[in-house]
């Protein structure tokens, strides 16, 4: 690297000697520091997509599996050789309603984002659900190619969300009670 007083630059460097009749060489070189500062973007974004506490999987039009995260993997007990190539039904539990799936490839289809819960099943059998916002990838030129999903696991918030509310529903009825042994 260069350092001028303002930024870093990198620069791309040959030297080639003149010939055995000639002393010298010929020293060629080409600013790369755009392409170095793309390779960073790339790394951090790549490590980003990684280290992400969500699940992560990008898939192609056809719906087989190019890519999924250390969560992905964590969450559904899958190995990444076991998933790259597959659809993602693999995860169906059967206990989503088949309208959402319909809903979801008519809006994927359309080029718009999803969003939505999926009743899914681990490798081990246990079944999950799951909040996720699936969205398009496109090129610089509008073409969608593939479609990125990233997914949440809210088992435990929809067994909380349950638990309360059956606690509400009781407090209401012991209130109703009460209220008629009063009057």
């Given at each position: 690297?260069?350092?001028?007083?303002?930024?870093?630059?990198w620069f791309s460097m040959?030297?080639?000697?003149?010939?055995?009749?000639?002393?010298?060489?010929?020293?060629?070189?080409?600013?790369?520091?755009?392409?170095?500062?793309?390779?960073e973007q790339l790394r951090?974004?790549?490590?980003?997509?990684?280290?992400?506490?969500?699940?992560?999987?990008?898939?192609?039009?056809?719906?087989?599996?190019?890519?999924?995260?250390?969560?992905?993997?964590?969450?559904?007990?899958y190995s990444q050789k076991?998933?790259?190539?597959?659809?993602?039904?693999?995860?169906?539990?059967?206990?989503?309603?088949?309208?959402?799936?319909?809903?979801?490839?008519?809006?994927?289809?359309?080029?718009?984002?999803?969003?939505?819960?999926?009743?899914?099943?681990?490798?081990?059998?246990?079944?999950?659900?799951?909040?996720?916002?699936?969205?398009?990838?496109?090129?610089?030129?509008?073409?969608?190619?593939?479609?990125?999903?990233?997914?949440?696991?809210?088992?435990?918030?929809?067994?909380?969300?349950?638990?309360?509310?059956?606690?509400?529903?009781?407090?209401?009825?012991?209130?109703?009670?009460?209220?008629?042994?009063?009057?």
């Amino acid at each position: 690297p260069c350092h001028a007083p303002d930024r870093q630059r990198w620069f791309s460097m040959s030297v080639t000697p003149l010939g055995s009749t000639r002393q010298g060489v010929v020293i060629a070189h080409i600013d790369i520091t755009p392409r170095i500062q793309a390779e960073e973007q790339l790394r951090k974004l790549s490590m980003a997509v990684e280290q992400s506490p969500e699940s992560i999987v990008i898939t192609d039009l056809l719906a087989r599996i190019a890519y999924v995260n250390g969560a992905f993997l964590r969450q559904t007990g899958y190995s990444q050789k076991e998933l790259i190539g597959q659809n993602p039904r693999l995860l169906q539990s059967g206990k989503t309603p088949r309208e959402t799936y319909a809903a979801l490839w008519a809006t994927l289809l359309a080029g718009n984002t999803w969003k939505g819960e999926l009743y899914n099943r681990r490798k081990d059998g246990s079944d999950y659900v799951e909040f996720a916002i699936i969205t398009p990838i496109r090129q610089p030129d509008g073409e969608v190619t593939h479609y990125v999903a990233v997914k949440e696991d809210v088992t435990e918030r929809k067994r909380m969300g349950t638990e309360l509310d059956s606690y509400r529903d009781h407090l209401e009825q012991l209130v109703a009670d009460r209220t008629v042994e009063l009057e």
